[in-house]
C-alpha cells in the first residue's frame, strides 16, 4: 500500500513465512487448502491465491500438480561459503583508483555480458512510469521551489523520506534529511563532515571499491576489520581496532553489504551502534540496498540503534528505483548541518526534476508494489546463479549464500589469479570484478563479485559455462 502498511494477502504470507521460519510448518508439509485458509483467516480465495503465489517467488514454497501448497525442502547449499577474511591491523594508504578505472572502463560495453556490473538489469525499473510522474509533476512546478529545493533539497520528497523512516520506526529530527546527488555524495559528504586528511577510517574487509576511492581522494587511511560472509562485521575484532588506533569513523554496510551480501542480525547492529558510541566515532552507513531484502520485513538499519546522533544513514533509489536519476539522501544527525554546508560548497543543489519525479511517484503509490516484484525477481535470479556457479565451477569454490541484494562473492580455489581470469573473460565478452577491487592492499587474489541480477538475460548461462572452463582452466 501507498504508505507501506502490508495488503491482505502479503499480511497472510508474511504470516505463513513466519511460521516456516519458527518451525510450525516444515519442509514437505502441506499448507491447508484454499478454503481452509478462507474459513480460518476470513478472507476471500483471490486473497489466499495472492499469498500463496508470493510465498512461491520468495521460494517458501512449492505448488504440486492435482496435490496443492508444499514447504520447500531448502537443500544443504553444495558450496562451503567464503572464509572470513584476517586483515593486517595496521592502517594502509589507499591507492586503488588507477586499477578501479582500468577494469570498470572495460566493462561499460552493452555487447559485454555484465557479470561485473554494479547495477541490475534497466528492464527491471518502472522508467516509463516514473517519466509520466515526472511530467506531472513539472506542470504542477510552482516557481519558488527552484530555490527553496536549494541545498536540502524538494521539500516534498524529503518527507516522503521521513514517511519512510517512521515506518522503519526510525524517526528524524528536524532538518536531518538532506537530498544528494546519488548515495556517492551523500558518503563523501558525510565523510568530510567527520574527518580530516591522514585520519583513520575502519572499512570492512573486503568493502565497496567507491569507500576506498573516496578515502584515497580525501587522504585518508583505512584499517580493514573482519567481515564475516554472512552475519558482517566482527564485533570483537572491531573492538581491539578502536582501542589500537585513533579512529575517525567508520564506513560499514549493514545491510546487504557489497561485495559479500551479509546482512548483519539486528541484535549486532544495536552493539555495533552501542561500541561506537562508547568511543565517540562516528558510523557513516551505507544502505544502499536495504530494500533489496529477501525476507518478510525491511531489516532495520543501524540508525535505528543510534540514541546519540552519530549514525549517518545514506541512501539511494538508484538501486530500487531509478538508475541513472541519481537522487540519493544523508541523514546525518548530530553532523547533519556540517553536512548541508559541505553540500553548498560542493553542488549547491541536487537536480530538481529528478526529485519531483520520484516524489511524485512514491505519492502515487506504486513503489512498495514495484518493490515487492524486484524483490522476487532478484531473489529467483540469485538462487538460479548460485546454482550455475555450482555447476560449473572448479572444485572448491565458495560462493556466498546472501539473503537479498543481488551479487555473489565467490572465493576460488588458490591456484586461480582473478584479476587474470578477468582479462581472459573480457577477451570473451564477458565482465567480472575481481576481489583485488575490494581492498586497501589488494588481498583478495582469488575472490570474485558477480552480478545475479539481470534475470531474463540469454547470455548468462553460457557467461557463467565459460567463466567456469577459464577458472578450471588456470588450475
Not at 544527525?333 to 511524485?360: C, D, F, N, Y
Not at 582473478?418 to 570484478?433: N, P, Y
Request: proline residues 7%.
Amino acid at each position: 500500500m501507498a504508505d507501506g502498511t502490508p495488503t491482505r494477502y502479503e499480511q497472510l504470507a508474511d504470516d505463513m513465512a513466519q511460521a516456516v521460519r519458527e518451525g510450525l510448518l516444515k519442509a514437505g508439509d502441506r499448507l491447508p487448502s484454499v478454503r481452509q485458509t478462507c474459513q480460518r483467516r476470513g478472507v476471500s480465495p483471490s486473497t489466499v491465491f495472492q499469498a500463496y503465489r508470493l510465498l512461491e517467488a520468495r521460494g517458501i514454497i512449492e505448488a504440486r500438480p492435482r496435490s496443492g501448497y508444499y514447504v520447500r525442502a531448502h537443500k544443504r547449499p553444495l558450496r562451503a561459503a567464503p572464509l572470513t577474511a584476517v586483515p593486517r591491523p595496521e592502517a594502509t594508504e589507499v591507492a586503488v583508483s588507477a586499477l578501479v578505472f582500468d577494469i570498470l572502463e572495460s566493462t561499460r560495453d552493452p555487447a559485454v555480458v555484465p557479470l561485473g556490473s554494479a547495477f541490475p538489469a534497466p528492464g527491471l525499473f518502472p522508467l516509463d512510469e516514473l517519466a509520466r510522474a515526472g511530467t506531472r509533476a513539472m506542470r504542477r512546478l510552482r516557481p519558488e521551489q527552484i530555490t527553496t529545493a536549494l541545498a536540502a533539497g524538494d521539500e516534498g520528497l524529503r518527507q516522503a523520506l521521513r514517511r519512510r523512516y517512521a515506518l522503519q520506526g526510525v524517526p528524524l529530527a528536524g532538518d536531518e534529511l538532506v537530498v544528494t546527488n546519488g548515495a556517492m555524495e551523500a558518503l563523501n559528504l558525510c565523510l568530510q563532515a567527520v574527518t580530516r586528511p591522514g585520519d583513520i577510517v575502519v572499512v570492512e574487509s573486503p568493502t565497496f571499491y567507491a569507500s576506498l576511492q573516496a578515502l584515497e581522494r580525501l587522504g585518508l587511511r583505512a584499517v580493514e576489520v573482519a567481515t564475516d560472509p554472512q552475519e558482517g562485521v566482527v564485533l570483537d575484532d572491531l573492538a581491539r581496532l578502536l582501542t589500537q588506533h585513533r579512529v575517525a569513523a567508520c564506513w560499514f554496510m549493514p545491510n546487504l553489504q557489497n561485495p559479500l551480501g551479509a546482512l548483519m542480525p539486528a541484535a549486532r547492529k544495536r552493539a555495533l551502534v552501542e561500541l561506537l558510541a562508547r568511543h565517540g566515532v562516528p558510523l557513516i552507513e551505507d544502505d544502499v540496498y536495504g530494500e533489496l531484502y529477501a525476507d518478510v520485513r525491511r531489516p532495520p538499519p543501524a540508525k535505528a540503534f543510534d540514541q546519540a546522533g552519530l549514525v549517518l544513514h545514506c541512501g539511494s533509489f538508484s538501486k530500487c528505483l531509478a538508475p541513472g536519476y541519481r537522487v540519493g539522501w544523508a541523514a546525518a544527525g548530530r553532523h547533519a548541518p556540517q553536512v548541508l554546508r559541505l553540500k553548498t560548497m560542493t553542488s549547491l543543489a541536487t537536480s530538481l526534476p529528478p526529485q519531483l519525479a520520484i516524489a511524485e511517484y512514491l505519492a502515487q503509490g506504486s513503489y512498495d508494489r514495484h518493490l515487492r516484484r524486484l524483490r522476487a525477481a532478484l531473489a529467483a535470479e540469485q538462487q538460479r546463479t548460485r546454482r550455475l556457479v555450482e555447476r560449473y565451477f572448479p572444485a572448491g569454490t565458495r560462493v556466498t549464500l546472501p539473503e537479498g541484494g543481488y551479487f555473489l562473492w565467490l572465493e576460488l580455489p588458490r591456484g586461480i589469479d582473478a584479476l587474470e581470469l578477468h582479462h581472459r573473460a573480457m577477451a570473451a565478452g564477458i565482465s567480472t570484478a575481481p576481489g583485488v577491487l575490494f581492498s586497501a592492499d589488494r588481498r583478495f587474489t582469488h575472490h570474485l563479485r558477480l552480478n545475479a541480477g539481470h534475470p531474463g538475460d540469454a547470455r548468462i548461462d553460457p557467461a557463467l559455462r565459460m567463466l567456469g572452463r577459464l577458472a578450471g582452466a588456470m588450475l
